[in-house]
């Protein structure tokens, strides 16, 4: 059996492990493994050692980029230009998703036709719903070159797009090109823009000649008549951006960036499809445990989006992928729920608190494992008296 080689990314001050099926394998690995292999550049492979028991190697990144060729049976197959070849290849491209990510058979074909034709994709949907994995696995079955930058991360916008001045004592002063640069430079080249939404509005001003189908340059300075970089042959972009008040952190996105993108949106998981996913990712964890996870979330959306809903969001497929995470790593339910979930909820109001009404839920699950009565009014009220 070949061993699980993976990749570390960070995001925020989180280091995450992904295989290239687009697999999270953060939970079984130690941070500071991860943070080890991440400042060396290097991936990790999973091992077994003379005990039976596994563990994680670094290895050269060359391990991880060897392993991504032969996740897909035709990923390696040049995509075609010829009109009947692309409607086969977009129709027959289903098998391409990875098992792990959960989107419908008409919006990955959508995904997939689009990148084929070369369109700005714009990837919107509720935090931790899947956008980001989604655009990844994109890369993957196309296997072309790609960039990824996260915009959301980005202090200084000209400097990651553009490029900087530097001085040197043998040099004098020179211009270096960003990666940015580079990237639209190269043919056929997949770039994602994550956290579009958060970016900072210089930005989004650099990018909208990058982005229009009737420009598709890079002006290196703002002065007239300076030197621009043209966006290589079939290049295709792809962002990811959370639309919504609830996203306290996000920008309202300029109606004429957003115009030059086709928008591709993410579902909600069902009960049924994050019952699935959580299954299919921890598959060595009680199932009923899997089960109330799923369903915890569920209610929680199904909640928030009520007209007189006691909380105001729902817990994220994100969240719940950790919840089980901790769950295989042998926390309890309810410890798992303490350190992931209840922090995500406010606690003013005292028992009429959305951290009250959550916890409640979850107790529900650990005391009897049914979700039955689950917002009775009278039940609620009575827990609250006694809290």
Sequence with gaps: MNNIVVKIEKSGN?????????NKF?????????????????????????????????????????SSAPVFDVSSVDIPTDHAEVLNFIHSSYGLKPKGLVMKELKWKYLVRSAVRGKNILMTGPAGCGKT?????????????????????????????????????K?????????????????????????????????????????????RYLRLDEADGSETVKVAEGVTFVATANIGNEYTSTRVMDKALMDRFI??????????????????MFPHVDGELLKAVAE????????????????????????????????????????????????????????DSERTFIKQLVQKYISDGSSDDLFNEDEIESNNVGA
């Excluded at 091992?47 to 563990?55: A, E, I, Q, T």
């Excluded at 591709?264 to 299919?280: C, S």
């Excluded at 729902?314 to 303490?338: H, P």
């Design 14 to 22: 989180r280091y995450n492990a992904w295989d290239s099926d687009g």
């Design 26 to 66: 953060t939970s079984e690995i130690g941070t500071g493994t991860r943070k080890s292999a991440y400042e060396k550049g290097m991936a990790l492979e999973k091992r077994v050692n003379k005990s039976g028991n596994p563990y994680w190697w670094k290895v050269p990144m060359s391990e991880f980029e060897a």
């Design 133 to 169: 994995m989604a655009a990844k696995s994109l890369v993957n079955a196309l296997d072309r070159p790609d960039f990824y930058f996260n915009l959301g991360a980005t202090q200084d916008p000209r400097s990651t797009l553009i490029g900087n001045t530097h001085f040197d004592k």
């Design 171 to 215: 040099k004098g002063t020179y211009f270096s090109e960003s990666l940015f640069v580079k990237a639209i430079s190269t043919p056929n080249a997949v770039i994602l823009l994550d956290e579009l939404s958060r970016a900072h509005p210089d930005a989004w001003n650099i990018l909208m000649t990058v982005l229009d189908n009737g420009q």
């Design 263 to 280: 928008i591709v949106e993410m579902d909600v998981l069902t009960d049924d499809e994050e019952h699935g996913l959580l299954t299919y």
């Design 296 to 351: 915890i979330s569920h209610l929680t959306r199904t909640e928030s989006k009520s007209d007189a809903g006691k909380i105001s969001n729902g817990i994220s497929t994100r969240t719940s992928v950790e919840l089980a995470g901790l769950l295989f790593d042998g926390f309890g339910l309810d410890e798992a729920a303490e350190v992931t979930v209840y922090p995500q909820y406010s606690d003013d109001g005292g028992v």
